[in-house]
């Protein structure tokens, strides 16, 4: 293991907001490594959202199953290194990006600019969010070094996950510097309003709202996630709606 072999020690899990398209395993990390699990302190807006639509009885809505929760602008000393917040929502409303030096870490905010931007269709998401958080990134220097949290390599193109805010700003194919906000809440909502949802969606909100940590087991013992039917109306027993 690189951090063992290193002699490193890891002192924080950064998650820059609830993914709904994979699980955190931010969990694992802490048990094996005594890390601490950071978010954005408006986690607790999506967890009141989601433990509605999941029925999530015993969710607490505080965000005290994570470790930390950061303010924009609030700064984390890990080492030698510090770590800045900067709330970026938009995706979510919980979205922060990382900032260590002069590297960001955007999470689903700002992609490769082939792609362009995260999607905001999700609950409380909002594309008039998301354009000026990204406008906030791009008054960094230019030759800020942008690490994505996902590439979905557009054209079949190889992997790509470090660009800089210059190239962004110039060459962002959703989102450039001379990009009004008229221009890109009307794409970004045309564009969304044609996006199926994520395969993983269901699992993947109830754990990480909950920073990372599965469902109770049952009294059998077992441990289930829920699957809600016909969200938003009411379902009949044989899956038609009433």
């Known amino acids: 293991m690189f951090l063992r072999d290193e002699k490193l020690r890891l002192h924080y899990v950064l998650e820059t907001h609830a993914h709904a398209d994979h699980l955190t395993g931010a969990q694992h ?23 509605g639509v999941f029925d999530l009885e015993e969710l607490a809505t505080d965000g005290s199953q994570f470790d930390v929760l950061v303010k924009d602008g609030e700064e984390l000393a890990a080492g030698s290194l510090k770590v800045r917040t900067i709330t970026t929502p938009g995706h979510t409303p919980a979205c922060v990006t990382y900032q260590v030096g002069d590297a960001l870490f955007t999470g689903d905010a700002l992609f490769m600019e082939d792609y362009g931007t995260g999607r905001c269709d999700f609950p409380k998401g ?21 690490f994505v949290g996902h590439d979905y390599q557009p054209g079949g193109r190889e992997l790509m996950w470090e660009t800089t805010i210059g190239r962004s700003k110039e060459a962002n194919v959703q989102l450039r510097a001379s990009t009004t906000r008229e221009t890109f809440v009307s794409f970004r909502k045309s564009r969304d309003a044609t996006l199926a949802a994520p395969r ?18 049952r009294a059998n013992g077992h441990r289930y996630l829920a699957t809600p039917l016909n969200l938003g109306r009411p379902t009949a027993d044989d899956g038609g709606t009433l």
């Open 200 to 217: 993983l969606l269901y699992p993947s909100v109830q754990v990480n709202i909950d920073a990372g940590h599965l469902p109770k087991p």
């Open 126 to 146: 909002s594309a008039e969010a998301l354009y000026d958080s990204v406008r906030k990134l791009y008054a960094l220097p230019d030759s800020t070094r942008v």
């Open 29 to 51: 990390l802490k048990r094996r490594f005594e890390a601490k699990v950071v978010i954005g302190e408006h986690i607790k807006e999506v967890q009141e959202t989601f433990k």
